[in-house]
Nanobody
Framework: QVQLVESGGGLVQAGGSLRLSCAASGRTFSSDAMAWFRQAPGKEREFVGAIRWSGGSAYYAESVKGRFTILRDNAKDTVYLQMISLKPEDTAVYYC???????????????WGQGTQVTVSS
């Protein structure tokens, strides 16, 4: 099973930017898809975006399209979530996840990181 470790969360003012990292170890062909989810207090876990290690463009939720970018560095086994123009409603714990294929459903991802807190102040 893939082990995932997120980093890069923190406190930022509205309009600011942050970059989250997700370092993966133990990748296999069954973990080609890497996704970012987030969960705000009292809300369900929400799909943010996803990308494949094997190539292709990233996919994004409408709520973050144009503001968030997912990048991968295959040499470092690391996926990044670059966030700009942050809004208070982006405040959540952000998780990276690994699965066999791109999906917006959290149940389709077998491996999860521990999460990193992002807080956007108004």
């Amino acid at each position: 099973q893939v082990q995932l470790v997120e980093s890069g969360g923190g406190l930022v003012q509205a309009g600011g930017s942050l970059r989250l990292s997700c370092a993966a170890s133990g990748r296999t062909f069954s973990s080609d898809a890497m996704a970012w989810f987030r969960q705000a207090p009292g809300k369900e876990r929400e799909f943010v975006g996803a990308i494949r290690w094997s190539g292709g463009s990233a996919y994004y939720a409408e709520s973050v399209k144009g503001r968030f970018t997912i990048l991968r560095d295959n040499a470092k086994d690391t996926v990044y979530l670059q966030m700009i123009s942050l809004k208070p409603e982006d405040t959540a714990v952000y998780y990276c996840a690994a699965g066999g294929s791109i999906s917006a459903r959290s149940a389709d991802y077998a491996s999860w990181g521990q999460g990193t807190q992002v807080t956007v102040s108004s």
